[in-house]
């Protein structure tokens, strides 16, 4: 689920409220689909559990797709970093079939102070200070393609997804892949190898 879909989404929820609702947070978001806050989120999160029971009891009223759509908006909406913490953040996208790359939201190529800061966990010696680095201080964002219904989406991946790409892409590691802080660090050096890669070949 893109930004813009999960806005549109929510604020389609958020239209059947009136203003003071508990549902009104659902008009709350920031244009790129960043709650206001953490208490914002968890309200939005509360709502959505309502709502979720709305489908549930009356499911002729909805269409077939719309707890999937509920759920993947819920799990968007968790994760996704709030206003303050997204100035250097940025997307690291990973596939099943073993990859990683990394792009800014609007996607665009790495530049600056990102671009040299990722470069970072390419150079000799051990990586895992400067991939660290880039999880502490720029809070990448794992997204992977996923079937949702009939279409694939853009989504956040959920932490079996990152284990399994890590494993596809260091199976010949002697690393265990059942730790997600792991993973992560694993999947920002892929992210920056294959930046590199590129980086080179142009």
Not at 12 to 23: K, Q
Not at 29 to 55: A, G, W, Y
Not at 124 to 138: H, Q, R
Not at 139 to 146: A, C, N
Request: glycine residues 8%; negative net charge; hydrophobic residues 30%.
């Amino acid at each position: 689920m893109t930004p813009i879909e999960a806005y549109e989404y929510a604020s389609s929820w958020g239209s059947f409220a009136r203003s003071g609702d508990p549902g009104a947070c659902m008009y709350g978001f920031n244009s790129d689909c960043r709650p206001q806050s953490e208490e914002h989120r968890q309200d939005v999160i509360n709502c959505m559990k309502t709502c979720r029971l709305n489908v549930v009891e009356r499911p002729e009223n909805f269409d077939d797709d719309e707890l999937e759509k509920m759920d993947a908006f819920v799990e968007f909406i968790s994760k996704r970093n709030g206003k303050g913490k997204s100035a250097g953040s940025f997307i690291t996208e990973i596939g099943l079939c073993g990859s990683g790359t990394c792009c800014t939201h609007g996607g665009n190529d790495l530049e600056g102070e990102m671009l040299s800061d990722t470069n970072d966990c390419n150079r000799s010696g051990d990586a895992e200070l400067a991939c660290k680095y880039i999880l502490d201080n720029y809070k990448p964002e794992f997204r992977i393609e996923r079937r949702v219904g009939d279409v694939y989406q853009n989504v956040i991946a959920s932490k079996e997804e990152k284990l399994q790409v890590c494993r596809e892409i260091y199976g010949g590691s002697d690393t265990n892949f059942n730790d997600e802080d792991n993973a992560n660090l694993y999947l920002v050096w892929a992210a920056a190898s294959d930046l590199e890669a590129m980086q080179e070949a142009k």
